[in-house]
């Protein structure tokens, strides 16, 4: 059964980088694609961005000026990196696993970042 | 980027009513679409995808269906453990976009 956990500060001070990582258990990162995705009250669930183990990459036009998405195969890991963030940034942020046919099959928890200084 | 509208919001709901949420695309999407179910403090859950296909273990009482633009989820039978709030997603064109929601309340 394939586990997903993010990790990363909770709370991030306006004008700074939102980095979180995202540690997958239960299966091999060097498959599939690994998204992250987030959930304001405002915006509601906002896809951001994937990766495939190779390193390519597509974010959503909207945040791409500001994301970037890795990964980190010898830890079986991916992160996500969103600089110059404003309130409006603040969020749950999930990380995911995407089926080559697009299907997002397993969530992490999430976890509530919090912009503000 | 493709808009996804779901409807109604919300809806109250008793124990064994037939429910149903629909989804309509911007533009057609064909069968590319997943609804997801999310209790609060959870993470979502794929209940169908491709339209219309059960994923594993998700109870019959779920159905989906519909495409091109217009999609709808039923509940045959709601029980308790349905009241949650229901999501849908096309995987057609990216970026993926989310419906902003129905929340199945009880009543």
């Known amino acids: 059964q394939v586990q997903l956990q993010e990790s990363g500060p909770g709370l991030v001070e306006p004008s700074e980088t939102l980095s979180l990582t995202c540690t997958v258990s239960?299966?091999?990162?060097?498959?599939?694609?690994w998204s992250w995705i987030r959930q304001s009250p405002g915006k509601g669930l906002e896809y951001i961005g994937y990766?495939?183990?190779?390193?390519?990459?597509n974010y959503n036009p909207s945040l791409k000026s500001r994301v970037t998405i890795s990964v980190d195969t010898s830890k079986n890991q991916f992160s996500l990196k969103l600089t110059s963030v404003t309130a409006a940034d603040t969020a749950v942020y999930y990380c995911?696993?995407?089926?080559?046919?697009?299907?997002?099959?397993?969530w992490g928890q999430g976890t509530l970042v919090t912009v503000s200084s | 980027d493709i808009q996804m509208t779901q409807s109604p919001s919300s809806l109250s709901a008793s124990v064994g009513d037939r429910v149903t949420i629909t989804c309509r695309a911007s533009?057609?999407?064909?069968?590319?679409l997943v609804w997801f179910q999310q209790k609060p403090g959870k993470a979502p859950k794929s209940l169908i995808s491709?339209?219309?296909s059960l994923q594993s273990g998700v109870p019959s009482r779920f159905s989906g269906s519909g495409s091109g633009t217009d999609f709808t989820l039923t509940i045959s039978s709601l029980q308790p453990e349905d009241f949650a709030t229901y999501y849908c997603?096309?995987?057609?064109?990216?970026?993926?976009?989310f419906g902003q929601g129905t929340k199945v309340e009880i009543k």
């Open positions: 995911a696993r995407e089926e080559y046919n697009g299907i997002v099959d397993y």
């Open positions: 239960g299966g091999s990162i060097s498959t599939y694609y």
């Open positions: 990766i495939f183990y190779s390193g390519s990459t």
């Open positions: 533009q057609g999407i064909s069968n590319y």
């Open positions: 491709a339209a219309s």
């Open positions: 997603q096309q995987y057609n064109r990216y970026p993926w976009t």
